[in-house]
């Protein structure tokens, strides 16, 4: 049972790193597409203000999205077992019907409400 909890930790750490990653490279790949049309936007500005307008607008929507991609970060960090440990179970699931045949939604049921009084 030991080894179990071990192995479901190593996949939990395993799938928080890997949206860890995909969330730095989603905020890197939005900021250089903001970045690149506001660079191809300003030559277009006809006045001092409204460049400074574009710009801010630009500065502010990157500050909102990196602050929504934290807030998530922080969301998933705090509930990782919750989170993943339910995406594990329903893996497990699919993949032990695919194996035996599809599960009866009453077993199906059962078993889930078996593995939430495990835990």
Known sequence: M???KTETKGKI???FRRDCALLVVFLLA????TLFVLFQVLPLAEG????VLLTAVCGVSLLALAGAMLWVLRYLQQNRDEVYGEEIYYRELAAAGRSSGAAS???TQSGKEEGRKQS
């Open 105 to 107: 939604c009453s077993e």
């Open 48 to 51: 001092g203000s409204t460049t």
């Open 13 to 15: 750490d395993g799938m």
């Open 30 to 33: 939005a900021a250089a597409i």
């Open 2 to 4: 030991n080894v179990q």
